[in-house]
T-cell receptor, first 110, second 113 residues
Framework: GQQVMQIPQYQHVQEGEDFTTYCNSS?????IQWYKQRPGGHPVFLIQ?????EVKKQKRLTFQFGEAKKNSSLHITATQTTDVGTYFC??????????FGSGTKLNVKP | DSGVTQTPKHLITATGQRVTLRCSPR?????VYWYQQSLDQGLQFLIQ???????AKGNILERFSAQQFPDLHSELNLSSLELGDSALYFC????????????FGQGTRLTVV
């Protein structure tokens, strides 16, 4: 069945270092969303990617959707302590089946 | 504040019992989604309603049911509760029926003892 794999599970970085999390699906996605969840908080929508090969940027965050629409990545440049949290991808199949990745927990050391 | 309201914030109940979780979407949003977040299962999509109709179903158990009322608020009913149902239950809303930007509520933490 459909499944979205996300790696790594944890990432510890020094402030100022870059960070990347990856999501992969065995089948083609219709679109993919990214969320951030701070400790003790609720998921907050970051972005949605729909087109094959799409790249979107939000300040220090760069989101990519693979050409085959089976993988995606989130890259943060020069991390800050405010980036701490868990980043989830959510793969959507046929526009209505929604599967979250297991999340990547990011810790940033000042 | 996302504009999505969930009540109650915390709920402690015994195994075998039935509970109802309530969600009020953001003003104007027609879609409501329910999610379960537990330590071992991660974040799982349960069900989506759009303008009162069931739109999509995820990994929702038969013991669980949901509905969306004419005023667009939604309720998630969990019955014959088991210890493994202990989790954080999130509701989210979005403007349209397809998965667009979704705004999450603060969640209801359910503890089954």
């Amino acid at each position: 069945g459909q499944q979205v794999m996300q790696i790594p599970q944890y990432q510890h970085v020094q402030e100022g270092e870059d960070f990347t999390t990856y999501c992969n699906s065995s089948t083609t996605l219709s679109n993919i969303q990214w969320y951030k969840q701070r400790p003790g908080g609720h998921p907050v929508f970051l972005i949605q990617l729909v087109k094959s090969g799409e790249v979107k940027k939000q300040k220090r965050l760069t989101f990519q959707f693979g050409e085959a629409k089976k993988n995606s990545s989130l890259h943060i440049t020069a991390t800050q302590t405010t980036d701490v949290g868990t980043y989830f991808c959510a793969g959507i199949y046929n526009f209505n089946k929604f599967y979250f990745g297991s999340g990547t927990k990011l810790n940033v050391k000042p | 504040d996302s504009g999505v309201t969930q009540t109650p914030k915390h709920l402690i109940t015994a195994t075998g019992q039935r509970v109802t979780l309530r969600c009020s979407p953001r003003s104007g949003d027609l879609s409501v989604y329910w999610y379960q977040q537990s330590l071992d299962q991660g974040l799982q999509f349960l069900i989506q309603y759009y303008n009162g109709e069931e739109r999509a179903k995820g990994n929702i158990l038969e013991r669980f049911s949901a509905q969306q009322f004419p005023d667009l608020h939604s309720e998630l009913n969990l019955s014959s509760l088991e210890l493994g149902d202990s989790a954080l239950y999130f509701c989210a809303s979005s403007a349209r029926d397809r998965h667009t930007e979704a705004f999450f509520g603060q969640g209801t933490r359910l503890t089954v003892v």
